[in-house]
Every structure is written in structure tokens, then in C-alpha cells.
């Protein structure tokens, strides 16, 4: 508390500039006055008693220096000096700065810019609340050897029912053509559950989102759209809730509108800029079997409290328990199992080694840029001995030659850094093309204020370490030597450059590590990329209209192909064809053994209508 | 000839407070006068660093000054214990007179009185 009060006192004497050297004159000027008077009445000579009171009052100069730094803060004010005195270094001697800074940002902006992708996709890989609760499901056969069967609606049901979780939904992405709009367009959409958005957590910023509960059977006729679409397709109409639109031909009504931050949650960019979501339910025309199983993505909400590593273990009670009721869907050679896994570790987990080890190339780069500031400073360091010789007889401190030189190599450091950010903040939208549209979250890296906190605390610390080590060498010094042979081949200049050795030899065999891992990096991130690509070109046609092939030959193509197969590459190489990569997959009907789930081409025989 | 101990840290302090309890209000002159006599010259004592202490101790919140006139009639800042001054002061003697006897007692314990 006393402790606090001083501080604060001294702070606000220091930044206002209140001084006490006069009050301290006065005092003493008094004090000397009654010892004097003191020293007469004792009998002594006028002379004599001003010598003794004089003598006993003691070093004047030392407790002025005493009293002025009580007063305010010194370790700031001499901070200020020393900084002051940095920047005029720093303008004496233009070249030498403007290469340590450039090092300094070269090696801090690159840090930084790797840093502003794992801080998008690593460090926060969701953007819905509770991301922690979030798990996809996956369920395998390991007897057989099938992974990723997808669950039947019986078991879906069980999941949904076991307690283990708050919502389990699905979700299946596709393209649409929109109508009823402006214009008519073509957008990324899903098929999902009505439990899908509470699963996310996030309610609409406009309408409604779907009843999680709503269990009727086929589609129900309800959209909700994005806040893109909203504003691009409809104008930001405000009374867009309750209007119809079209998808290839069948219509819809929007209920609801999405926060403008909000996005899909998926593995790719493109399902990452989903648009439109259509409310399904499961379809009542075939009694569901449990051997039956439907290829969507199983996305979940856990209970509250509960890890996942904790309902893995109840959700194989369950399967145990399941099979044991079902031996007729479940044979044991089968061995069905269904696994859990956090959704944030499903979407970044193919890149996190490649970015951990971008991460590291670049903490290489960073490395190498401070040991050359390091090496300059050192050298710069035997053409200022005799500067700081001069110093140190004229009573400077070694600390205190320590932190000045500290201080300007902190300077240099930071302003490097600050270079770096900067240039990085001007040349993201440049640097962003770069960056494989495979990262997850590829839309959410932004240069925020927590990049610049990194890129400041990683400046400091270079800084604060590999400026320490010239500014110990360089105040140490042999102070006779030094004047004597005015300033050149001190002692220290030996130790020095052996130092200027090791740090070369250091910086050498890191460039080597470097190279070998830019080397690695780009196999693994080139390979697979190899073969060009002949023509490529990309239709969507509404369901009905695929299936009469005919009418849509097209003169100028030479070779009509509709794959449908899935094909994970955008583009077939080799000879013409037409793209039929994920748009057509929508269309195709997604179940393992010919049962139809309801996805909104065919409401019309399914719905509620019947 | 002997050396004078020099004044430790803090007790300086608890000196100038106990000083400024006894005599009330004084100026940085005769709180080094009243230290001086009541130390008996036993204690070598640069008077002039007091000040900084006086400055340090009135940041502390523990005294307070004002300029005053002096007993010749010259101006000179007088500083004063405040109440909070007062509680330090009764907090660091219980404290002072807490060490000062367990080390008596180390000193007063002989071999054979050990158990």
C-alpha cells in the first residue's frame, strides 16, 4: 500500500516534471545556517564553524542526486535519456540502421505472418461458442475394412436419444441454382437436419433458424440463408423472412437470415461459404432399417461437462449394448464401432504439421536476422570502444553502459519489427492469394491486434536477447589500454571476435537446417500437383434436365461427360471433359445401398404432402 | 580508533518517526539534533541524508510538510507525523522490540541452561 502510494507519487512527479531541487536548497541552506550558529555558541572560530557544519551535513552533490531521484523515477528517466540518445545513433549512422532494421523485419514479418495463420486456424479453429462441445462422428467397420459407412436412421435415433449429447445433427453440401431472386445464381448450399445450426450454436440475425425438434418427415419447405446471399440476391430486403424462393425449380421459404460472421463449419473453403441451408427430415415412405446407412457428415453437440474422451467411452457402452439387442444388423465380424472426434482436431488436423513446421522455418529465419543484427552490433562495438571508455572514466557505471547499449539494440529490434508488421499489413491481401485455398479458415486470417502483440513481444525478446550479449562485450573494456591506444585493439576486441566467430559458425549451420527444411516443405506441399491441365470448365444444370443428356450439346465442346463417381480434383487432365466434381454429387443420390434420403429434389414425393 | 556503525536502512526511518511522535512537528535541523543526542554520538550520521528519507517517508503518506518559521525566524519546511505515520511506527516497534528480544534471549541462553 505505502509501496503503491510512492510509486504513484514519484510516477505523476515524473511525468508532470515536478522537481524538489528547490525546496532541497532551501532545507539545506537553513540546515547549515542553525549548525552554524550551533558551532559559534560553541565557541568555535566563524570559519571553522561553517567547515564543520558543512562537514557534517556531508556530500552536497550526492544527496541532491539521492534527493532528485526519490523524487521522481530514475530507471524511466534514464530510460528516456538512453532512448534519446539511441535515435540520434540511430540517424548518425543511417546505412548500418537501415540494414539492421530491414534484417530485423524480414525476419519479424515472416515470423509474424505464419504466426497470423495458426492464430485463424490452430489457435481458434471455430467460430461458434462452446467450440470445445463440438465433435463429428464417424462410424467404421473395421471387420470389413469400411470406414465412414454413415448411420442408419435407427441409429441416429439412439444417438439422439442416449444422453450423451445435446444435438446430433447432419449436414450434406452441395451447389443449388437459386431462383426467384434478382438474377438467378448458383451457390453453395447444404442439406441439413433441423437440430444442424443449434448443434453450432447460432441463432439468426434475422428471422428464425430451425425448430431443433422438428421431427416431420422430408423436407419441410424452410431455408435459412447467409447474410452474403441476403444482401447480394435480395437487396437486404428486411422483409425477406417469409418470402419464397426457388432452387432448381422447387420453392422454399426463408425463414431465417444468418449473422454475417457466421460460417459453415467444413474442410473446404467452398463449404466454408455455404449460403443456403434447406431443413430435412428423414423420410417416412420405407420403414427405416438399421442396416441401412446414409452418407452424411454426423456433427454433434456434447452435454455440458462432458469431454470427449468421456462420451467415446459411453457411446461404446452404447454400441456394445446395441449390438448386443441387434445381433442380426450388427454380425461381429463386422466389428461396428462409432468414433468421436473433437470437430476443431477434423478440421485442422491435416495441416497442423505443416504449419507447426512452416512455423518452425520461419522461427529459422527469425533466428538467423537476429544473429546478423547481433554480428553487426558486435563489429559496430570495437569503433565505439573508445566512446565508451570515455564513459566509464568519467564514472559511468558498467550497468549502466550495459542497459544504454541495451537500449539501442531494443530500438533497432523494435523497429524492425514494427517495419515488419507494417509491411505485412499492407501486402496481406497480396500475401493471402499465396496461401492454398485447402487451410481451413483460409477467410478469418486477419493481421488483428494479437498479431501485433506477437510480433512486439517477439521483437522485444530478440531484442533483449541477442542484444545482450554485444552490450556485455562491448562496456567491458580495459580502460587504460583503451584511451591509451585511442580506442583501437582494446582487449576485449580478441573475445569479441571470437564471438563474431561462433555466431557466424551458428548462423551458417542454422541456414543449413533451414534450407533443409524449405527443401522438405515444398516436396510436401508440391507433390500431388504435378500434370497440367488440358481444359476444364464447370456447368450446373438442374436434376431433371441431366438426366435428357441430348439437349445439352453444346457445339463448342467437343465431348459431353457427366463422371458420376466423385472426383476430389477440380479439373480433369489428360483429355476434355466437363467438370462433374462436387455439384453433381448433390444431385447423386447419397446412400450406400440404394435408399433414398429426402434431400430437397425430391420433397415432391416425399414431403409433407403425403 | 573505533569506527562509528553506520545507520542500517529502516531504522533511520523508525528513528526520524519515533522523533517527530516525541517532539511533534520539526524541521529536517532538529529531527538530526534530537537523533544525534539521543544516539549519544555513537552513531556516524551524514545528517544530510535525511532529507531524501524525509522525502521518501512524506511520499510513504507517514509525515507531511510545510514550510514554517524556524526559531530564528527564517523560513524552514517542518514535517509532521500523520495518523498512518503514527500506525507504522507502533507496528514497526512491536516488530523492533520483537527481534531485539528473541536476540537477547539468544544471547542470555548458556550451554548449561540446555536441556
Known amino acids: ?145 469400411a470406414h465412414g459407412v454413415g448411420l442408419s436412421i435407427p441409429e441416429f435415433r439412439d444417438l439422439q436419444n442416449s444422453g450423451i449429447f445435446q444435438y446430433v445433427s447432419f449436414c450434406f453440401h452441395g451447389s443449388e441454382n437459386v431462383t426467384g431472386s434478382a438474377q438467378p445464381t448458383h451457390i453453395f448450399g447444404a442439406t441439413v437436419s433441423p437440430s444442424y445450426l443449434a448443434v453450432l450454436g447460432v441463432d439468426a440475425a434475422l428471422g428464425r433458424t430451425f425448430d431443433p425438434h422438428d421431427a416431420s418427415p422430408g423436407s419441410n419447405g424452410e431455408v435459412v440463408i447467409s447474410d452474403g446471399l441476403w444482401k447480394r440476391a435480395f437487396g437486404a430486403d428486411p422483409h425477406i423472412v417469409g418470402k419464397s424462393l426457388r432452387l432448381d425449380n422447387d420453392s422454399f421459404q426463408v425463414v431465417g437470415v444468418m449473422p454475417a460472421s457466421f460460417r459453415d463449419q467444413s474442410q473446404t473453403s467452398e463449404e466454408r461459404n455455404t449460403e443456403l441451408w434447406a431443413a430435412d427430415g428423414f423420410s417416412d415412405r420405407t420403414p427405416p432399417m438399421r442396416g441401412t446407412r446414409l452418407q452424411y457428415e454426423t456433427i454433434a453437440r456434447l452435454q455440458p461437462g462432458l469431454s470427449p474422451e468421456a462420451a467415446q467411452v459411453r457411446l461404446d457402452a452404447l454400441v456394445a449394448s446395441l449390438k448386443k439387442q441387434y445381433p442380426a444388423d450388427y454380425p461381429p465380424q463386422s466389428a461396428w464401432t462409432i468414433h468421436i472426434t473433437p470437430l476443431a482436431e477434423t478440421l485442422v488436423g491435416n495441416v497442423r504439421q505443416s504449419l507447426l513446421l512452416l512455423f518452425g522455418a520461419v522461427g529459422l529465419v527469425l533466428l538467423i536476422s537476429s544473429v546478423n543484427v547481433a554480428n553487426l552490433l558486435l563489429a559496430r562495438a570495437s569503433a565505439r570502444g573508445r566512446e565508451m571508455a570515455v564513459r566509464y572514466a568519467l564514472g559511468a557505471a558498467r550497468m549502466r553502459l550495459v542497459r ?96 563474431r566467430h561462433a555466431l557466424v559458425i551458428g548462423e551458417l549451420a542454422l541456414s543449413l537446417v533451414l534450407m533443409v527444411a524449405a527443401g522438405l516443405l515444398l516436396r510436401s506441399f508440391c507433390c500431388g500437383a504435378s500434370g497440367t491441365c488440358s481444359r476444364c470448365s464447370s456447368a450446373s444444370i438442374p436434376h431433371e434436365s441431366w438426366q435428357s443428356r441430348p439437349r445439352f450439346r453444346i457445339p463448342t465442346i467437343q465431348k459431353l461427360t457427366f463422371t458420376t463417381p466423385l472426383r476430389r480434383n477440380r479439373c480433369f487432365c489428360g483429355k476434355p471433359s466437363v467438370e462433374s466434381g462436387r455439384c453433381r454429387a448433390w444431385k447423386k443420390p447419397p446412400s450406400v445401398n440404394g435408399r433414398l434420403f429426402p434431400s430437397a429434389m425430391a420433397r415432391r414425393t416425399s414431403g409433407r404432402g403425403h | 580508533m ?114
Open chain 1, 1 to 145: 500500500m505505502r509501496f503503491l502510494r510512492r510509486f504513484f507519487i514519484r510516477l505523476s512527479n515524473f511525468t508532470a516534471g515536478r522537481r524538489a531541487d528547490q525546496r532541497l536548497q532551501e532545507e539545506m541552506a537553513e540546515h547549515l545556517a542553525l549548525q552554524t550558529e550551533e558551532n559559534l555558541r560553541a565557541g568555535l572560530s566563524p570559519a571553522e564553524a561553517r567547515r564543520q557544519a558543512a562537514l557534517k551535513l556531508g556530500a552536497a552533490q550526492a544527496i541532491r542526486e539521492q534527493h532528485h531521484a526519490e523524487q521522481g523515477l530514475p530507471l524511466a528517466e534514464n530510460f528516456l535519456l538512453d532512448l534519446r540518445y539511441a535515435f540520434r545513433m540511430l540517424y548518425r549512422s543511417p546505412g548500418f540502421s537501415l540494414i539492421a532494421i530491414a534484417t530485423m523485419a524480414l525476419g519479424v514479418g515472416a515470423t509474424t505472418a505464419i504466426y497470423s495463420v495458426i492464430d485463424a486456424t490452430l489457435l481458434h479453429p471455430l467460430p461458434y461458442p462452446n467450440p470445445s462441445q463440438l465433435v463429428r462422428m464417424e462410424a467404421n467397420l473395421p471387420g470389413v475394412g
Open chain 1, 404 to 499: 544504454q547499449l541495451l537500449t539501442e539494440s531494443l530500438l533497432l529490434f523494435v523497429l524492425g519489427g514494427i517495419t515488419g508488421f507494417t509491411v505485412l499489413f499492407c501486402a496481406r491481401r497480396f500475401l493471402l492469394q499465396f496461401i492454398p485455398e485447402s487451410l481451413p479458415r483460409l477467410n478469418d486470417i486477419s493481421i488483428s491486434w494479437g498479431v501485433l502483440a506477437f510480433a512486439m513481444v517477439v521483437s522485444v525478446a530478440a531484442g533483449t536477447i541477442f542484444g545482450l550479449a554485444p552490450a556485455w562485450l562491448t562496456s567491458r573494456l580495459d580502460l587504460t589500454t583503451t584511451l591509451r591506444q585511442e580506442g583501437r585493439g582494446s582487449s576485449g576486441s580478441r573475445r569479441r571476435s571470437r564471438l
Open chain 2, 2 to 115: 573505533k569506527e562509528k556503525p553506520d545507520v542500517l536502512q529502516g531504522t533511520l526511518a523508525l528513528m526520524v518517526l519515533k522523533t517527530l511522535d516525541v517532539l511533534g512537528p520539526q524541521h529536517g535541523y532538529g529531527i538530526a539534533r534530537r537523533i544525534e543526542q539521543i544516539s549519544g554520538d555513537i552513531l556516524a550520521l551524514n545528517q544530510g541524508t535525511l532529507y531524501p528519507l524525509l522525502l521518501k517517508l512524506e511520499h510513504e503518506g507517514s509525515i507531511v510538510s510545510q514550510w514554517g518559521a524556524s526559531e530564528n525566524n527564517r523560513r524552514a519546511r517542518f514535517y509532521r507525523l500523520t495518523a498512518t505515520g503514527r500506525k507504522q511506527l507502533q507496528a514497526e516497534a512491536r516488530d523492533w522490540k520483537q527481534t531485539a528480544a528473541i536476540i537477547a534471549r539468544f544471547f542470555e541462553v548458556k550451554a548449561e541452561d540446555l536441556p
